[in-house]
């Protein structure tokens, strides 16, 4: 809304310091500042309210060192991350972005979906939350909205054939030379020849099968979407570990969304240019700041949980931003983590009921799943265990961001 305003201001009175609006740096870094300060200074009296209304996690007993003394933190702490991410971005991002708009709706759909399933884990003391089927039905069907619009809207374009602008409208984050066109192209990691097109998949099906690529096309980010929306709220386990690895990683997607919508670095690192994608750098900045303030109250001992309303909405903001920048296929890297957990409870649960099916008893692969719980069965206290997994979420960015070059 400001940049509305301080356009208006520039244009009709020359209004001093009016311009600084229209640079993309300029908001980030507003957005970003203003995230931290709602996070940090509204965080405290956010967790006194929760504890005022009793709002607090139900904890069962898994045997776990330290587990019961949690009975009662604040939960639905995912609020706060939403609040603190969604108030800058109003304020500093151009709102008729269609990627804007798209994580705005993102965000509010599985914060929504979040909410319902701690809602009814808390006031229906219902430990279960919102059955899985419904849960899922709601990932389907964001994966289903955020597909048909990538692939449907107008000004979801890109430029594989880019003219480097003049330096202005580069720091300003303009967009300037080569013809858009509408693609599914997304970049292969590893590989020069880096350029993978979804449409070519049901080539097979003869002259003029491109227009059903859709076909292909969302189902594939219903699964992505699904995927990661889940992954990041098994993650969320123990005390800073789902917001500390989730700034890392939205992070590195900000770098990526930067490069992407900027014509010299796209061209440079023979990277697609998404016109328009620099305006998510806005958002990431937000988002980045409100995880790092939630951090705050979250780090060992948390006196606040982000609950399903927060580890569902990163997850799916995540996997939004991952399909935006067409970074898709880099999303077992960077969120490997999110990976590593998802799949340590799949192999859990499959070899417990194909043991107990060949041989009566089913046996484990890990002493507990998710995989953290799993180390501190053995031990570890979990404040060693989270900065540990914060540093392998770092190794993973540094080599996700390395695939740029390394081909």
Not at 174 to 202: C, M, R
Not at 206 to 227: D, K, M, R, S
Request: charged share 15%.
């Amino acid at each position: 809304m400001l940049y509305y305003l301080f356009e208006y201001l520039e244009q009709a009175y020359q209004f001093p310091g009016a311009t600084l609006f229209r640079f993309l740096t300029f908001r980030a870094a507003m957005a970003v500042l203003l995230s931290l300060v709602l996070a940090t200074v509204y965080g405290k009296r956010v967790i006194g309210y929760l504890r005022r209304r009793q709002i607090g996690e139900t904890i069962r007993d898994l045997g776990l060192e330290g587990q019961q003394q949690k009975a009662g933190t604040p939960t639905m702490g995912g609020i706060l991350i939403i609040g603190s991410t969604l108030i800058p971005t109003l304020l500093f991002a151009r709102l008729d972005n269609i990627y804007v708009i798209l994580l705005i709706v993102t965000m509010i759909w599985m914060g929504v979906i979040g909410f319902i399933d701690d809602y009814i884990k808390i006031f229906r003391k219902n430990k279960k939350g919102l059955k899985g089927r419904f849960k899922v039905t709601g990932q389907v069907v964001l994966g289903l909205m955020v597909g048909a619009v990538l692939y449907f809207h107008p000004q979801v374009t890109m430029r594989e054939q880019a003219v480097a602008p003049v330096a202005q409208e580069v720091v300003m984050g303009g967009e300037a030379g080569g013809a858009e066109v509408k693609s599914l192209k997304t970049n292969v990691p590893f590989f020069k020849n880096n350029q993978l097109d979804y449409a070519s998949w049901i080539s097979w099906m003869g002259e003029g099968a491109e227009q059903y690529a859709w076909l292909i096309f969302i189902p594939i980010v219903i699964f992505i979407v699904t995927a990661v929306s889940n992954g990041a709220n098994l993650t969320d386990g123990i005390d800073g570990l789902a917001a500390g690895t989730s700034a890392i990683i939205v992070l590195t997607l900000g770098i990526f969304a930067w490069v992407s919508g900027n014509v010299i670095f796209s061209d440079y690192l023979d990277i697609f240019f998404i016109p328009r994608a620099g305006e998510l750098v806005v958002f990431i900045a937000a988002f980045v700041g409100a995880l790092v303030g939630f951090l705050w109250y979250n780090a060992f001992p948390a006196q606040i949980f982000m609950g399903d309303t927060g580890s569902l909405t990163i997850g799916g903001v995540i996997a939004v931003i991952a399909l935006i920048v067409r970074k898709e296929l880099l999303i077992p890297i960077l969120c490997g983590i999110f990976f590593a957990e998802s799949l340590s409870v799949m192999l859990q649960v499959s070899y417990f009921k194909y043991t107990k099916r060949k041989t009566g008893e089913g046996r484990r692969i890990f002493r507990m799943a998710p995989l953290h719980h799993h180390y501190q069965k053995m031990g570890y206290h979990e404040s060693k265990i989270v900065t540990r997994f914060w540093i392998i979420g770092i190794l993973l960015a540094i080599v996700t961001i390395v695939t740029l070059k390394v081909r």
